[in-house]
């Protein structure tokens, strides 16, 4: 039984940073590409970030720079750290696998003050 399981998001004020984390079970993580994506109100979900089993990354060109993804294959849990946040940074984020599987964990929601 596949569980993706979002943590770490909560309010901060522009320029801030936070950790979003993600805990995966139930799929062969060290072998799968992962990804970070967000869904702000209103807009459809989009990709963020994501990260091969090998460690190589790529970003959307909003959060380069910005955004830090990674992964630790021994504990199945990926990371995003993500620095300079901006209001428009504001959505809940989720984490899957890459391509995305149809299952979507609940996210952890990110909001970003001016």
């Known amino acids: 039984q596949v569980q993706l399981v979002e943590s770490g998001g909560g309010l901060v004020q522009a320029g801030g940073s936070l950790r979003l984390s993600c805990a995966a079970s139930g799929i062969p993580f060290s072998i799968k590409a992962m990804g970070w994506y967000r869904q702000a109100p209103g807009k459809q979900r989009e990709w963020v970030a994501h990260i091969r089993t090998l460690g190589s990354t790529w970003y959307a060109d909003s959060v380069k720079g910005r955004f830090t993804i990674s992964r630790d294959n021994a504990k199945n849990t990926m990371y995003l750290q993500m620095n300079s946040l901006k209001p428009e940074d504001t959505a809940v984020y989720y984490c899957?696998?890459?391509?995305?599987?149809?299952?979507w964990g609940q996210g952890t929601q990110v909001t970003v003050s001016s």
């Open positions: 899957n696998t890459l391509p995305s599987l149809d299952y």
